[in-house]
């Protein structure tokens, strides 16, 4: 018996369909993981913008944040269920051309520590993710020249519907992750991780560990902690010095004027309330209140507060005359802070060491702090992250099944009756052959 060979013009729509799936899946994951965390995304934007020198761009950081997500969802759903089958792989070819000349570059010059493709959820070099986009780029051309020859999911009628559906979840998880907190945390310091557990024992995170930076009319300089600079110098951070060696479990740290505060600030024995502040050029002062409001109810339930920034002194000082802060506000590492919380300003609430929430400023409500019976878990019940991703992922899946099955019911309806048809004449042929018989 001979057996037929597959022609190359045969394998093509069961390639087309393999990499409708890998590529459709790369994208909706790459575009779901930055919607996630739209501030995490807005600071690798500004990353690009002032490594590239495009200063001009920075008023369009926080657009693009958004866009790109939307887009990637989008082109990724499209891919996927095989839905603008023309436009859909001429919008990924120009996108993949820009990203994989982009990511060659990071290569080559590595002044940036990753792409930021899929954000802290998958962390690849900067060669991984150049090789990653020339396969991806490589799959994309394909598709580009044989995604029609593959049969869509939905009719072409409403590719529309499933455009504005998927559109409506990207932009729904942005905006709970930026007014609220990512609705998944994929951060070192999610709810339930152990801020700071304090010292080995022999202590040896002391202070004469670490060499401190001050900078003075432009000029840094590093410090011992037994000669540290007068006033005038302004505190930048800290290093460990040359030869020592600490293995204190630490997590963060927190500094007041170049001195290690951590132990007294995160004391695991306390509760504290934590007021972030990133960029303090940037807090609206319409927060000042709310602020002020959470300090007295932090201090009335016997919680401790205080602030952390990496700001200079300068605007620290500002936002203590501005604000009229009852509260420290000592010094943090940047990326540290952002990734602690994300917003601007935003609040860690920790007891025994461990965060036990954290929320952006501006999701807490003024009336639930200034409630009577208000305190430190009150004040945020109105927002469960894993009930409103679940919500929003179930109410997706049902609206595209629904649109699925009343899309193509006619074909089901059509496919049934020709069954039945085929079946009748079989059955009425059998009959005369019978009679016949």
């Known amino acids: ?55 001009s761009l920075s008023p369009l950081v926080t657009f693009g ?3 790109l997500p939307v887009a990637e969802t989008l082109l990724g759903v499209f891919i996927l269920f095989g839905l603008y089958r023309r436009f859909a792989p001429i919008m990924l070819t120009a996108l993949m051309a820009v990203m994989t000349v982009l990511t060659f570059y990071l290569a080559v010059t590595d002044r940036m520590a990753d792409c930021g493709c899929f954000g802290d959820v ?38 529309w519907v499933v455009w504005a559906l998927t559109m409506m979840l990207a932009l729904s998880i942005e905006y709970y992750g930026y007014v609220y907190q990512p609705l998944v945390d994929f951060r070192p310091f999610k709810v339930g991780t152990k801020l700071y557990e304090g010292p080995s024992e022999g202590g040896d995170d002391a202070d004469d560990k670490f060499v401190f930076i001050y900078s003075k009319d432009g000029v840094e300089r590093e410090f011992r902690l037994d000669s540290l600079p007068d006033d005038t110098w302004e505190y930048v951070d800290r290093r460990v010095a040359d030869g020592a060696e600490v293995t204190a479990v630490k997590h963060v740290a927190v500094f007041d004027g170049g001195f290690d505060v951590t132990a007294e600030a995160l004391n695991p024995a306390s509760e504290q309330l934590i007021f972030t502040f990133p960029d303090m050029e940037d807090i609206s002062i319409s927060f000042t209140y709310l602020i002020n409001e959470l300090n007295e109810l932090a201090q009335k339930l016997g919680v401790s507060t205080f602030g952390v920034s990496s700001g200079s002194a300068a605007q ?9 802060a009852q509260y420290p506000i000592y010094e943090m590492d940047d990326t540290d802070m952002k990734m602690l919380a994300r917003g601007n300003p935003a609040v860690v609430y920790v007891k025994n060491g461990t965060i ?13 702090v200034q409630a009577s019976n208000a305190d430190m878990t009150s004040i945020v019940a109105d927002f469960d992250a894993s009930y409103r991703l679940r919500v929003l992922l179930a109410s997706y899946g049902t609206l595209m099944f629904l649109l ?14 020709k069954r039945i048809r085929k079946n009748g004449k079989k059955e009425v042929t059998l009959q005369q052959e019978n009679e016949e018989l």
């Not at 150049?130 to 593959?150: C, D, E, Q, S, T």
């Not at 036990?356 to 807490?364: G, Q």
């Not at 699925?404 to 009756?417: A, D, E, G, S, W």
């Open 1 to 55: 018996m001979k057996h037929k060979r597959l022609s190359i013009q045969q394998l093509v729509t069961p390639a087309v369909y393999v990499l409708r799936l890998l590529v459709g899946a790369v994208f909706v994951l790459s575009g779901f993981v930055k919607a996630i965390d739209p501030w995490g995304t807005v600071y690798k934007f500004a990353d690009y913008v002032a490594i590239l020198h495009l200063e």
């Open 65 to 67: 944040a958004f866009a």
């Open 122 to 159: 998958l962390v690849l070099s900067n060669w991984a993710t150049f090789m990653k986009n020339v396969v991806l780029m490589a799959a994309v051309v394909f598709l580009l020249k044989y995604n029609r020859r593959a049969k869509n999911v939905y009719g072409v009628g409403v590719q």
């Open 316 to 324: 620290v000082e500002e936002w203590n005359d501005i604000s009229m």
């Open 356 to 368: 036990v929430w954290k929320r952006a400023l501006r999701s807490i409500s003024s009336e639930r």
């Open 404 to 417: 699925l099955m009343v899309n193509r019911i006619h074909r089901v309806v059509k496919f049934t009756l």
